[in-house]
């Protein structure tokens, strides 16, 4: 297409946004609260199939000059569908990036089909900070796909594009704000006033590129344990943090064993590997207090974590009991334990109030690894605001997908994992160490099988620690 063609569809295109109000005037609340004079909603795109494949096209013919790329992949959710349609144009294959990696038996972050080390170009609508496009870039990097550059429909001129620049990548828009105002108003569409007005407003609302680093950089995945130490709210969290660093492991072995001697042997065979040794005290069948102090001694020794994987769920009172008393008094010896958030906060308070360890912390269970479990969205988000409301009490959470990205002084726990198995004949369904890592956002991994079902416990639990640590090294900016 020539220039001059290429130009006039482009102010055509504008006149067309202004048309089915996806570009509107007025005085509107942004995501962030201030409010602006135009406000961009292209979701209504979806509504006009022939604006839409003007927009591909015009995409398409924008980026002809530029590199050529494996994959292309839309910032979700407005710009899937722009994605879909340039892949449609370029037969250049999309992936998909899940904001939420939801169900388990397929739960990738990144849908479709790819190779590690190819080139995918980012496509969205409207850029204001970046963010977004660096949110999409983080995951599809954490998928081994390589991003340098993104396309996007409308710059709204307010330091997006430096943003994305100083973190690597290369933004190429086909309006810039003041484009698309001078062309809206050479049609007619809008008044003088109306451009001073948005010139005045951009210029007053460029974002503060320091505090957006800033802010990002708060996404725990990038961030090493040892600085997340220095974060975390829960005392036995902030251990924990230093203890992966010093040692250099993620590893959580499960010692789901019956016999307590076992018990002891597993903990010496895996303790140099692990952070965490997690018992399900209950299914010893010689369980005896006695038993309590050698295992303390070896955790000393070998500098883990013991975490009890009670998993309470009942009224607050009876948890008080089943915490402090009974025959296995955990509130003594389990530095950490999980509950559900099922039962309401009164769980909670059970277990910050009842005696014990000085430095304890829990694990709300917002996700788990089972077939058929009847969690939902809701329920997820709920217990990640109950957790907020006991930072001094929660550790961490225990999720299959990167929750709380935002809050890196929280561990997340995720259990499931194996080097070969898939599922198991009840229900537990598993992913392979790197991609709990990559793609499921854990920090600490919990093995059960994959070693206590070795003939050498030891070195299969150092074979997942090595495996699980290079991983972490390829997803934080500073080990
Ligand atoms: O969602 C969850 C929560 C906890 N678990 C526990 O982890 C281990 C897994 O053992 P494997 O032998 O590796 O399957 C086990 O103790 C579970 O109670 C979980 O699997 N899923």
């Given at each position: 297409m020539k220039m001059d063609s290429f130009n006039a569809k482009l102010k055509q295109f504008a006149k067309d946004l202004f048309a089915i109000d996806a570009i509107k005037f007025g005085e509107y609340k942004t995501k962030v609260g201030v409010m602006t004079p135009v406000y961009c909603d292209l979701r209504v795109i979806v509504s006009y199939p022939r604006t839409m494949e003007t927009l591909a096209d015009l995409l398409v013919t924008y980026l002809e000059n530029i590199s050529r790329f494996d994959l292309l992949c839309g910032?979700?959710?407005?710009a899937l569908p722009i994605a879909t349609a340039m892949s449609l144009k370029t037969s250049i294959p999309m992936v998909m990036r899940r904001k939420e990696a939801k169900d388990y038996g397929t739960k990738k972050l990144i849908e479709g089909i790819f190779k590690e080390g190819q080139n995918c170009l980012i496509v969205e609508d409207v850029v204001t900070s970046g963010s977004s496009i660096l949110e999409t870039v983080k995951d599809l990097n954490g998928a081994g796909i390589k991003c340098t550059d993104a396309v996007v429909l409308l710059n709204r001129e307010q330091g997006g594009s430096e943003f994305l620049k100083n973190n690597g990548i290369q933004m190429h828009s086909l309006l810039s704000m003041t484009q698309l105002m001078e062309y809206l108003h050479e049609a007619g569409c809008v008044d003088d006033a109306m451009v001073e007005k948005v010139k005045k407003y951009l210029a007053a609302t460029q974002i503060d590129q320091t505090q957006l680093t800033k802010t990002i950089k708060q996404d725990r995945l990038s961030l090493s344990f040892k600085s997340r130490a220095k974060l975390a709210r829960n005392p036995v969290a902030g251990e924990l943090f230093e203890i992966m660093s010093s040692k250099k492991t993620t590893l959580c072995v499960a010692a789901d064993l019956t016999n307590s001697t076992d018990l002891l042997n597993l903990a010496e065979e895996v303790g140099p590997h692990i952070c965490i040794l997690k018992t399900h005290i209950d299914i010893l069948e010689d369980f005896h207090l006695n038993l309590i102090k050698p295992l303390i001694e070896i955790a000393q020794r070998h500098n883990f974590i013991l975490f009890e994987d009670r998993k309470f769920a009942d009224i607050g009172k009876t948890v008080e009991y089943q915490y402090s008393s009974g025959v296995y008094h955990i509130s003594l010896w389990a530095s950490l334990v999980t509950a559900h958030?099922?039962?309401?906060?009164g769980v909670l308070d059970a277990l910050k109030r009842s005696g014990g360890l000085y430095k304890r912390g829990v694990f709300l269970l917002a996700e788990v690894s089972s077939a058929g479990n009847l969690i939902n969205d809701g329920y997820v988000k709920a217990t990640l605001a109950m957790a907020e409301e006991y930072p001094e009490l929660i550790a961490g959470v225990v999720c299959q997908s990167p929750l709380f990205r935002a809050h890196p002084g929280l561990v997340q726990l995720t259990p499931g994992v194996s080097l070969d198995a898939e599922k198991d004949a009840l229900g537990q369904r598993y992913a392979s160490p790197r991609n709990v890592v990559l793609e499921r956002g854990a920090d600490v991994a919990v093995v059960g099988r994959g070693v206590t079902g070795a003939k050498d416990r030891g070195a299969a639990a150092q074979k997942y620690r090595e495996v699980l640590w290079e991983a972490y090294l390829g997803r934080v900016e500073e080990a």
């Open positions: 910032v979700p959710y407005t958030s099922l039962m309401g906060k």
